[in-house]
């Protein structure tokens, strides 16, 4: 699908008008970015913005064909976010709606947290990690990692039967933009800890990124780590959902925002 056929389908999913007066919304921005990049030969940019408006698409899509009424509170919420950063949490559970509408697991929306499967077997909380601007003097890009996650462990819905899903593209490619040497295996053995130690008690941690590969396929990955204390119940609807298995996505280029 091209660029400009994403646009106008996601125009009609969302019933929204892109490039209106007023302040611009996240979304429109990201479509008018496209040809602001094209205009200027960064087809760099420009292809890492195409890629993300066509997955949100697709994304949208897969929310429509399970259930329409799903699709029309994501449509709804779309309308009311003002900022980036209610874009980014928006976002997150998008994604993670589409990928539950295609695993054919029971689920609904709720809130605090977002998800509830099977009726109340597990739950999945979103969120997003990223800098609004450029990152704090002396602020570790791991830090801010381990703070998103401990601010979200202090919350009531925070157990072993709950997963956390984080949006780090931000993170991810603030770790490229800075050449700080961290690896998903650093971030995994650090969260871990976390989980291990009881500092978190979610049953499962999930750091979402987008990227761009070498053959210009966008993705959506994942890097899932579990609690010791994770319950079978949420284990289960995880492997189904968001299985293990990690490989190489010969990685390009990261955007600077999901």
């Known amino acids: 699908m091209t660029a400009c056929a994403c646009i106008v389908q996601l125009s009609e999913l969302l019933n929204m008008r892109f490039g209106s007066a007023g302040k611009p919304h996240p979304i429109s921005t990201s479509t008018q970015r496209i040809f602001a990049y094209h205009n200027k030969h960064d087809y760099e940019q420009r ?10 698409t697709m994304h949208l899509r897969d929310i ?28 997150m559970e998008v994604n993670v709606a589409a990928t539950l509408s295609r695993s054919g697991v029971r689920f609904c929306k709720s809130e605090s947290p977002d998800f ?45 039967a709950a997963a956390l899903a984080l949006d780090a593209t931000n993170i991810y490619w603030a770790i490229k933009k800075t050449g700080d040497a961290i690896q998903n ?22 750091l979402f990124g987008y990227f761009m590969r070498l053959d210009h396929t966008f993705e959506s990955d994942y890097l899932r780590i579990d609690s010791p204390q994770i319950a079978s119940s949420l284990k289960a609807l995880l492997n189904l959902c968001f299985p293990w298995g990690e490989h190489s996505t010969g990685v390009a280029w990261s955007p600077h925002q999901g």
């Open 47 to 56: 292809d890492l913005e195409i890629g993300k408006v066509c997955m949100l």
């Open 116 to 160: 509830t499967l099977n009726d109340g077997e597990a739950f999945i909380e979103c969120g997003s990690i990223h800098y609004s601007s450029t990152r704090p003097k002396g602020e570790t890009i791991i830090r801010k990692v381990l703070q998103a996650i401990q601010a979200k462990s202090r919350k009531p819905y925070c157990q072993e």
């Open 64 to 91: 429509q064909t399970h259930d329409s009424e799903l699709l029309a509170h994501f449509r709804k919420r779309a309308h009311r976010v003002r900022n980036w950063e209610e874009y980014f949490g928006w976002r």
């Open 185 to 206: 295996t650093e971030l995994r053995q650090l969260i871990q800890v976390l989980l291990d130690n009881g500092d978190s008690a979610f049953g499962s941690v999930m």
